[in-house]
Nanobody
């Protein structure tokens, strides 16, 4: 299992970012996928999940209405569109195989929301 996250960066509050996760080493389209984040000094927080064909998505209350998870099975890639970003969204973001955000994760991509 290999997961490579990208797309992080620094953004002002209210801004947007789109994260990507390139998956390899397993049959991507038969697994639900999820995003987990870990803020500095805190434990992991599950944020979102998507089923195998993208028809169903699930979100934590903290991101509902602002984040959108999607996938492109032809490209073995998972996405996270993040809008209306807040300082409390600052974290390392990881993608995970399965809906529960369980390890293994990739190296993560850092999102910093600051003015």
């Amino acid at each position: 299992v290999q997961l490579v996250e990208s797309g992080g960066g620094m953004v002002q509050p209210g801004g947007s970012l789109t994260l990507s996760c390139a998956a390899s080493g397993f049959t991507f389209d038969i697994f639900d996928m999820s995003w987990v984040r870990q803020a500095p000094g805190k434990g992991p927080e599950w944020t979102s999940a998507i089923n195998t064909d993208g028809a169903y998505t699930y979100y934590a209350d903290s991101v509902k209405g602002r984040f959108t998870v999607s996938r492109d099975n032809a490209k073995n890639t998972l996405y996270l569109q993040m809008n209306s970003l807040k300082p409390e969204d600052t974290a390392l973001y990881y993608c995970a195989r399965g809906s529960g955000g369980d390890r293994p994760w990739g190296q993560g991509t850092l999102v910093t929301v600051s003015s």
